[in-house]
């Protein structure tokens, strides 16, 4: 699980922080909410984690909420038995 | 309907929580037309005094030009004041097709619509020509207005890295299967003054068969050889698709914008953009003024050559000062201070001077990114830009933060 995460959160880091930014990300920072993932770039963590997984997340699964921590994306892939 | 005192509570402690957060903001008064020197009353109620004004989006020094105002007065005597009425019904007069024209030609695209402002063409532009098949690429840094733009069309939306051309070309790849991608940036990006990358972006586009928009605002009628914009500067003249600018700044600084590119597209915007339907467009005294000064733009480079002159002085006398500046070619040159009082205070002293510059920080640029933004002008004279870097030098002296690094700088004030 652990090492689900962490590819998650390195996703996460590489992705949307920009060179210089020396923000913390762990498993619980909040993403939307705390501002790192705009709602406009949650498309590419989506997309990200379909192609990684081999899954289709539905739109109506993939909600700012879903995806606003590490720890629920985490909770999120578990209904498709990815641990 | 009264206004119950339980209603007025909610915005009241909404606006104070605005002021405790330091981000309220006061307009200046300004008692004379726009220029390079301005009457200025600051805070409202308090003496006039008389500024260099290092802040107006007037690059070519044409708000006030004599023969700009003479135009506009003679549309107003000669297509009167307003149009009551919206494009499509009776709000279409002959000069407002002369302007379209006349842009097209500057811009060197295939057709060209006025909007009530560049503001409305960014809000109307994004949901007339795409679908839900579609896919929107837009750089992290572009305008406000754009944002609201693509917030309002149904396209699936996603970013890359200010300029970075190896993400936008991942995200390219990641939505191939869209039936349109487009890619959206600004030219010249409004707080930081660097250009964007136009030659790789089109070439990136080329490659993966994407549309190219950009929103040239703070370049049209200065930026490359003859002010065509950030598109001559990068060599993709007729390789935009999309072109959107404005009237208010450079061009006259009136008020007004357009949707400039390929045919099919400024006719679904004619056909379907919603503050083109919606609002009268462009008053016909400005359209006849905004005439006039793409006339003696195209007749002569002499105003963006001076102000490239007067930019490459200003750029170089801050940085042999010891200032730190955003590095770049544009006349948008951010001073940068890091803390966010010191560029309020800073921009206060500067004020006390005789020079009027505001200082910028968060949430209008990031965290630690403080900064005074200066905006050069046509309208500049050499003894107005002496007078200014005096001021700078005198109050970056008084502050200690002349030949200093960014990091002595944020160990002196924080960030």
Not at chain 2, 88 to 93: H, N, S, V
């Amino acid at each position: 699980m652990s090492d689900l995460k962490n590819i998650v959160l390195n996703y996460v880091k590489n992705e949307y922080l920009e060179e210089g930014d020396d923000r913390e990300v762990d498993f619980n920072t909040p993403l939307i909410s705390g501002g790192i993932v705009d709602s406009f770039s949650m498309v590419s963590l989506k997309r990200f984690l379909e192609n990684k997984y081999n899954i289709q997340i539905p739109d109506a699964k993939a909600t700012p909420d879903a995806f606003d921590t590490v720890n629920n994306i985490a909770e999120l892939l578990k209904e498709f038995n990815i641990q | 309907m009264a206004f119950p005192e339980a209603i007025r509570s909610i915005y009241k402690s909404e606006l104070a929580g605005i002021r405790d957060a330091g981000i309220f903001k006061e307009e200046r008064i300004i008692c004379a037309p726009q220029n390079s020197e301005i009457e200025v009353e600051f805070p409202i109620g308090a003496a006039k005094q008389k500024v260099i004004n290092m802040c107006a989006n007037n690059y070519l020094g044409l708000s006030s030009h004599p023969d700009v105002v003479e135009a506009a007065r003679k549309g107003l005597d000669h297509r009167g004041y307003g149009m009551s009425s919206v494009r499509f019904i009776c709000g279409t007069q002959d000069i407002h097709k002369e302007l379209e024209q006349k842009l097209t030609t500057f811009l060197g695209t295939e057709d060209t619509i006025l909007f009530p402002s560049c503001m409305d063409a960014n809000a109307g532009v994004f949901e007339a020509v795409l679908t839900d098949q579609d896919v929107m690429i837009a750089d992290r840094l572009v305008h406000a207005s754009i944002v609201d733009g693509m917030r309002l069309c149904k396209a699936m939306t996603d970013t890359f890295k200010h300029s970075d051309m190896a993400h936008l070309e991942e995200k390219l790849q990641l939505h191939e299967k869209a039936r349109v991608k487009l890619i959206i940036t600004d030219g010249s990006f409004s707080m930081d003054g660097d250009l964007a990358k136009l030659d790789k972006i089109v070439e990136l586009a080329e490659k993966y068969g994407a549309l190219v928009f950009v929103d040239d605002s703070h370049a049209s009628g200065f930026i490359g050889k003859t002010g065509r914009g950030t598109h001559e500067q990068c060599g993709v003249m007729g390789k935009i698709d999309i072109i959107t600018t404005t009237l208010g700044k450079a061009l006259g600084g009136a008020s007004g914008g357009c949707v400039s590119g390929r045919r099919e597209l400024v006719e679904m915007c004619r056909q379907k953009a919603r503050p083109y339907l919606f609002s009268n467009t462009i008053p016909p005294v400005v359209v006849s003024g905004a005439i006039r000064v793409l006339e003696i733009i195209s007749k002569t480079t002499e105003r963006r050559d001076k102000l490239e002159k007067n930019t490459i002085f200003w750029r170089k006398g801050l940085t042999e000062a010891g200032l730190i500046i955003k590095e770049g070619e544009t006349p948008i040159v951010p001073v940068m201070l890091f803390n966010a009082k010191l560029s309020q205070d800073f921009a206060r002293d500067l004020y006390a001077e005789g020079i009027y510059a505001v200082g910028f920080f968060f949430p209008v640029v990031p965290k630690g990114q403080a900064r005074i933004r200066t905006q050069l002008s046509a309208a500049h004279e050499m003894h107005h830009l002496e007078k200014a870097l005096a001021a700078f030098t005198k109050v970056g002296g008084k502050y200690d933060i002349l030949h200093k690094t960014k990091q002595e700088i944020i160990d002196k004030y924080g960030m």
